[in-house]
């Protein structure tokens, strides 16, 4: 997932780790901006990072995420019902399922002409896909992120905990 704000670009480590596939697959050239971040031999997706965020400030990494269609954008999605994301998902699916059946259709000369386009195709669709149902996931509360400071999703949450908090706290003197 990214988020982009205030002059900042933010993308999950889960994301960053497929980056150079991503930009494989979309003919893309990463900035060194982006590339001294995430390609280095250090760098580790694990259980405990995989939904942190990676800030960026640098004009040309935060229009290179920009680009990048297939890592679903926060802002864009985190209001759409439940149903209306699904119904995103199913049709990201069937499209990748339309570029194999095209694919399969095709005689061997044509599927080795057109294998690049039509393999891009399909893992950038079943890769949104795959987005969009983590953050389904997230709306729902089973998936945790770490979401960025100066989100104001992340501020009207903490807004909806104080309160809770402070119910809490009533509760508890009430008691």
């Not at 570029?99 to 669709?125: E, F, P, R, T, W």
Request: with cysteine; glycine share 2%.
């Amino acid at each position: 997932m990214k988020i982009i704000k205030n002059d900042k670009a933010y993308i999950q480590y889960s994301d960053a780790f497929n980056l150079a596939t991503i930009v494989s697959l979309m003919n893309l050239t990463c900035p060194p901006s982006v590339t001294s971040k995430c390609f280095r031999t250090d760098f580790v997706v694990n259980g405990d990072n995989r939904y942190a965020f990676i800030e960026f400030t640098e004009k040309d990494a935060i229009e290179f995420i920009r680009k990048i269609d297939c890592i679903v954008n926060y802002d864009e999605f985190i209001n759409k019902p439940e149903d209306e994301l699904l119904e995103m998902v199913k049709d990201l699916i069937k499209n990748a399922k339309d570029v194999i059946d095209k694919y399969n259709g095709m005689d061997a000369k044509k599927q080795h002409k057109n294998y690049k386009k039509l393999h891009s195709l399909y893992h950038l669709s079943m890769y949104k896909a795959h987005s969009l149902k983590e953050l389904i996931l997230f709306k729902k509360g089973v998936n945790i992120y770490d979401l960025p400071v100066g989100n104001p999703q992340v501020e009207e949450e903490k807004k909806k905990e104080k309160v809770k908090k402070n119910m809490i706290d009533v509760d508890h003197h009430i008691v």
